[in-house]
């Protein structure tokens, strides 16, 4: 049973296109991110949502659109995709609120690499 | 500025070896340590955490990292390398700055672990 779980694995699309990536998480958890890993391996926050609620908003093109309807899901909507875009994209979540030191103990997905073409 | 370092973009060690690899850190306020690791193909999975207490911090596989006050490190190590462990180490340090508390992260540093 997989703690978080993000779909698509892989995502091959064109510049200009619009995609989403979706993400679950069944451990319970209080806060859910968005991370950016390049094709260095540089790893980049993007956002995390606290109980549905936007935390952390890093600077990232407006493009990108989080989206948190419960606490156990957030999506990620990227609008007029760019070559710059593709990377490999990880969904995680954390225990409890920012505060506690639980809170940067992180749980994370496979990870869903897109390609913009 | 907050920040964490990892002086090596790659280690190499014969299996069998002890293994370290290296983290510094800058942080304001009491430092709060992580490292994670990434095998291919695959998400980060923590591995462990100093928040206080023992300097020296035990994890997962075998796994430990020292925390050095003095030398503002967090070095991982290991007595004796496996094959299995050849992968991407990430260190990271918790932000005390600002209310989010968000992580900051290294480069990363690739482990090659030689039969």
């Known amino acids: 049973d997989t703690a978080v779980s993000q779909t698509p694995k892989y995502l091959v699309t064109q510049m200009g296109n619009d995609k989403s990536i979706k993400c679950e998480q069944n451990?319970?958890?209080?806060?859910m991110y968005w991370y950016k890993q390049d094709s260095k391996k540089f790893l980049k926050i993007m956002f995390s949502?606290?109980?549905?609620?936007?935390?952390i908003n890093e600077t990232v093109p407006n493009r990108f659109s989080p989206k948190s309807p419960d606490k156990a899901h957030l999506n990620l909507h990227i609008n007029s995709l760019e070559l710059g875009d593709s990377a490999v994209y990880f969904c995680?979540?954390?225990?409890?609120?920012?505060?506690?030191?639980?809170?940067?103990?992180?749980?994370f997905g496979a990870g869903s690499r897109l390609t913009v073409l | 500025a907050q920040s964490v370092a990892q002086p090596e973009d790659q280690v190499n060690v014969a299996e069998g070896n002890p293994l370290t690899v290296k983290c510094t850190y800058s942080v304001s306020g009491n430092p709060y340590l992580f490292w994670y690791v990434q095998y291919p193909n695959r998400g980060l999975q923590f591995l462990l955490k100093y928040i206080t207490g023992d300097n020296l911090v035990k994890g997962s596989y075998g796994f430990e990292a020292e925390f050095n006050k003095s030398q503002t490190s967090f070095h991982l190590k290991k007595p004796s390398a496996l094959v299995s462990d050849s992968a991407l180490y990430f260190c990271?340090?918790?932000?005390?700055?600002?209310?989010?508390?968000?992580?900051?992260w290294g480069l990363g540093t690739s482990l090659a672990v030689n039969p």
């Open positions: 949502y606290n109980n549905k609620e936007l935390i």
């Open positions: 995680a979540s954390s225990p409890r609120g920012v505060q506690g030191a639980g809170a940067n103990v992180l749980t």
């Open positions: 451990l319970g958890h209080d806060t």
């Open positions: 990271a340090v918790r932000d005390n700055a600002g209310n989010n508390r968000k992580l900051i």
